[in-house]
């Protein structure tokens, strides 16, 4: 069981890297966002073309890497939404049980489907090497690329959550990433 566990805390340890960078990629999509409204508001008073495509695209481009991105970020620290009118009532043994359950019936097979239904849609983006249809907007391939990227890492999040609430189950004494002081927290 250690030797998972181990696997465990790898894959936290990732999600966590991204989870941080995920921080400075929201500040940056603020800054863009603002930037945008002020080029906007400046240009239409100076007649000044100071906003581009490029300069709105790259606002979608960095919320899509922020959603996508902490999908796994947010499945690790049990940050997500949850109708939990039971799961808080449920013993420790309790709330394994569900979380293994709903990993294994529900997120796996979801994203695995995604996944693969992602594929055929990100190598056709690639083989034409898509571009925005806009004039002056990015290139779409490498941020239609995160979207397995991102599958990928919520898949992983998902074994390391199975691999704690298996070892809770084992009578183990496991620190979840929701125990941990690590992170920075909002607020």
Not at 69 to 75: D, K, S
Not at 79 to 84: E, G, L
Not at 124 to 140: F, H, K, T, V
């Amino acid at each position: 069981m250690d030797r998972w566990l181990r696997w465990a805390r790898r894959i936290d340890r990732l999600n966590d890297r991204i989870g941080r960078l995920l921080y400075w990629l929201t500040l940056a999509m603020v800054g863009v966002g603002a930037f945008n409204a002020l080029a906007r508001y400046l240009g239409k008073y100076t007649g000044l073309g100071l906003s581009s495509n490029m300069w709105i695209e790259m606002q979608w481009y960095l919320f899509s890497l922020v959603f996508l991105l902490g999908a796994a970020y947010t499945l690790e620290y049990d940050d997500h939404v949850r109708v939990d009118v039971l799961y808080s009532r449920l013993s420790r043994r309790g709330r394994a049980w569900v979380d293994i359950l709903g990993t294994l019936c529900f997120l796996l097979p979801f994203c695995g489907l995604v996944l693969w239904m992602s594929i055929p849609f990100v190598s056709n983006s690639w083989a034409i090497l898509e571009g925005s249809p806009d004039p002056g907007g990015l290139p779409r391939y490498p941020i239609k690329t995160v979207i397995p990227l991102a599958l990928l890492l919520v898949m992983a999040q998902g074994v390391a959550l199975i691999i704690r609430k298996v070892a809770v189950l084992r009578g183990h004494e496991v620190t979840d990433p929701v125990d941990r002081e690590s992170r920075p927290r909002a607020g």
